[in-house]
Structures are given as C-alpha cells and as structure tokens.
C-alpha cells in the first residue's frame, strides 16, 4: 500500500513518522533480542530465526522492518513474555482499532492456549496494528498530495486574476487589453477557479477526520482536481453572462452590459465576489440555470 513518489517529493513534502520514536522502538527490541540471545545461548547465525534478525537490524531503520522484526522475535519469546506481549499490544489495540475487532482479541487472549495458539495469536495482532499504522500513513499521504496539488492550481489561479496587469505575455498571446470585456472574462473564469480551489483547501480539514481511504483516493488525483478547477471556471464564466445579460439586477449584483464598463469600482468587485462564490459552491450556478429554466417554461 505505498506511493511510488519521487525520494526528494517524500522527503520534503510529504507526512513522515517520527524518526526518534523510530529509533527507541529499534533500541527495545535489539535489547529484548540480546538478553534472549544470551539467556539461550543463541551465538551468531546457527539458529535461522537469529540470522534473519541480525540481518533485519542491520538494514535501515524503517517501520516495515521493525514490523518484519517484531514478527520474528515472536518466534523465540517464551510463554511469560508472550503473555506479557499480549498485554502490551492489547493496550495499543484499543487505541487503534475498531471495538469490534478488540473485543474479539481480548476474548482469544483470555482462553486457555497453548504457547504456539499464543504465538499466533499475538502474530495476528501484530499484523492488524501494522496494517492499520500503513493505512494512516497512506492517507496522511494522500492528504498531502491533495493540498500541494490543490495549492498549486490555487497559486496558477491567482496568476490568472492578475495575468492582465502582471503577465504581458499571455495577454498578448489572448489579443486581451486592461478593462476590455476579454479581462473581465479573464476575471470571472480566474474568480471561480480560485473559488473551487479554496474551498478544496478549506474541506480537506475536516476530511482529515471524517473521510474514508477510498475517498482520500478519489480526491488526491489530479483528473479530480482538475476536474473541480473546470467546474469553477465554467461557473465564473456563465455568472458574468448572466450579469451582462442582465437576468439578475439590483444593488447587489454588478450591472453592466456593452455600454456600461465592468471595471468601475463596484462592478469589478461585486463581479470578483460572485464569481468566487459560484466556485466555491458548486450547487449557485446549478441552481440559477434551474430556476432560469423554470422561469422560462412558466
């Protein structure tokens, strides 16, 4: 379950577990693997197991590896401190995983077992708090790469507001002028994309609680993002044609048609509001174009 990303984008973006917890975990299990090292005579490489571990601790510290450790020390753990074991993961499961699932381990646990039913057991639980420390990990990553990617298209979008006054070459290439009904398009499309993009950036914070894996992996593409860029541009572009058309009037609607300037004082902001609006709710423009339709039918 891992993202095949670029080592520099992981390293200087993205979610990355504490490198000092790491390492004290790392430290207690070498200890615990030495005094059974000892205490069984068990010297260098003559028992499989030992040599598998030996390797595991001379690889990077990582997280996979200290799962693949844990899971091998089980191996030589006597009855006392499987029962000890269990106990401690206990304590880890109830502020990991689901009620359900602790209580079903809490039931084996408390069964008369022999030491390899133990084994296995706390092999399980091993694998389940493992399994559920992978996939917060991959939705910190997600989480990650949708706000670096939604800030990108929100940063591109502010480059478009101001293309106009700051970026001579793409209004040459649009054949666009200052205060020319190209610019208030310009405008419009520029205020709903940043409108889509903000409130993108403003829901992922309560995504970070209550969204699924399976969401986090929708929302993270950037087809899905770009697609919501789409939509708040459109919404932009069709709320400036029904202001220019004149459907919806009063003081707090800009008015404009082909005689009366859109960049005065109060129509380009009322103009930038709107637009920026319509991105940021997806159902305004919907809605308009509904009760427009409505009102045509009547």
């Known amino acids: 379950m891992k993202i095949n990303l670029p080592e520099w984008f992981r390293k200087n973006f993205l979610y990355k577990p504490d490198k000092t917890i790491l390492d004290q975990q790392y430290k207690l299990l070498l200890t615990k693997f030495e005094k059974i090292r000892y205490e069984r005579n068990l010297a260098g490489d003559s028992n499989m197991i030992v040599a598998k571990l ?29 029962a000890m074991e269990l106990k401690i993961k206990m304590v880890e499961a109830k502020e990991k995983l689901l009620p359900e699932t602790v209580k079903f381990y809490e039931d084996e646990t408390q069964e008369e077992r022999n030491i390899n039913d133990k084994k296995i057991l706390l092999n399980s639980l091993n694998e389940k708090l493992q399994m559920t420390d992978d996939i917060e990990d991959l939705e910190k990553t997600y989480i990650a790469l949708t706000r670096i990617r939604t800030s990108l298209l929100f940063f591109l979008a502010i480059m478009m507001f101001f293309a106009v006054d700051q970026l001579p070459a793409i209004t040459n290439l649009l054949s666009i002028t200052k205060g020319s009904k190209g610019d208030a398009i310009l405008t419009a499309m520029a205020s709903g994309w940043l409108g889509t993009t903000f409130s993108m950036l403003l829901g992922l914070r309560s995504k970070l609680t209550s969204i699924s894996l399976q969401d986090l992996k929708v929302i993270h593409r950037i087809d899905y993002i770009f697609s919501r860029t789409i939509i708040g541009l459109t919404s932009g572009l069709l709320l400036y044609y029904f202001f220019q058309s ?53």
Do not use: H, M
């Open 54 to 82: 030996n390797e595991l601790f001379r690889q990077d510290q990582t997280w996979t590896n200290f799962s693949q450790i844990e899971l091998y020390l089980i191996s030589l753990y006597s009855d006392e401190e499987i």
């Open 246 to 298: 004149q459907i919806f009037t009063g003081t707090l609607f800009p008015g404009f048609n082909d005689t009366i300037p859109i960049f005065d004082n109060k129509n380009s902001a009322l103009l930038v509001v709107w637009c920026f609006i319509s991105g940021f709710s997806e159902k305004l423009v919907p809605d308009l174009i509904s009760k427009t339709e409505k009102n045509i039918s009547n």
